[in-house]
Structure formats: structure tokens, C-alpha cells
Nanobody
Framework: QVQLVESGGGLVQAGGSLRLSCAASGSIFSIAAMGWYRQAPGKQRESVAIIGSRGSTNYADSVKGRFTISRDNAKSTVYLQMNSLKPEDTAVYYC????????WGQGTQVTVSS
């Protein structure tokens, strides 16, 4: 059974930075793809970033150049470094792991004030 626990959300002013972490339990982390989604009130869920098991990455156009996804297989943890944050980045951010099926974390709130 895989469990994902996110941390690092909070309140930040526009232009600031936050780093989200997602720690995974289980033995499949190193061979699984990991990613982050976000969902703002009244909006559809949006894929933010994904990192493959070998480190390849992909980003939503809205965050390219500002967000960086990375992983530490030794710690079974994936990170999302968010810089130059904008009010429109405000959302609940969810970590997920995908390997034959998807597993989801509980979400962490990110609020960017203008």
C-alpha cells in the first residue's frame, strides 16, 4: 500500500517562494512517475508538473520557468519548488504517484496574496 503525505504549503506574498514536499511510503517509489496537480475553487483540476522514474520532467505552460519538480529516491520524496508565485497559483496542491494505478495525497493549501 502506498501512502503520500504532502507538506510545505502556506500563505505567501506574490513574488515569493514555497517548496512543497511529498513523502511516499512503499517500495515502488523509485520506479514510479510522480507529479503534482492543483485545484482552485470553482476551477478544473490542473496538472502542474510530472517527473518520470528516470528524471524526465514536464510542466504546465502556466508554471514553466517558475516551478521546478525534483525527486530524491533515497528519501522517497518528490519536491515542487515554486518561485515567483502569483495570486493565480492559489490552490490546493495534490501529489500523486502513478504505477499501474494512481495514488493521491491529501493535498496542501497554497495561498498567494497580492
Amino acid at each position: 500500500q502506498v501512502q503520500l503525505v504532502e507538506s510545505g504549503g502556506g500563505l505567501v506574498q506574490a513574488g515569493g517562494s514555497l517548496r512543497l514536499s511529498c513523502a511516499a511510503s512503499g517500495s515502488i517509489f523509485s520506479i514510479a512517475a510522480m507529479g503534482w496537480y492543483r485545484q482552485a475553487p470553482g476551477k478544473q483540476r490542473e496538472s502542474v508538473a510530472i517527473i518520470g522514474s528516470r528524471g524526465s520532467t514536464n510542466y504546465a505552460d502556466s508554471v514553466k520557468g517558475r516551478f521546478t519538480i525534483s525527486r530524491d529516491n533515497a528519501k522517497s520524496t518528490v519536491y515542487l519548488q515554486m518561485n515567483s508565485l502569483k495570486p493565480e497559483d492559489t490552490a490546493v496542491y495534490y501529489c500523486y504517484l502513478t504505477y499501474t494505478r494512481e495514488y493521491w495525497g491529501q493535498g496542501t493549501q497554497v495561498t498567494v496574496s497580492s
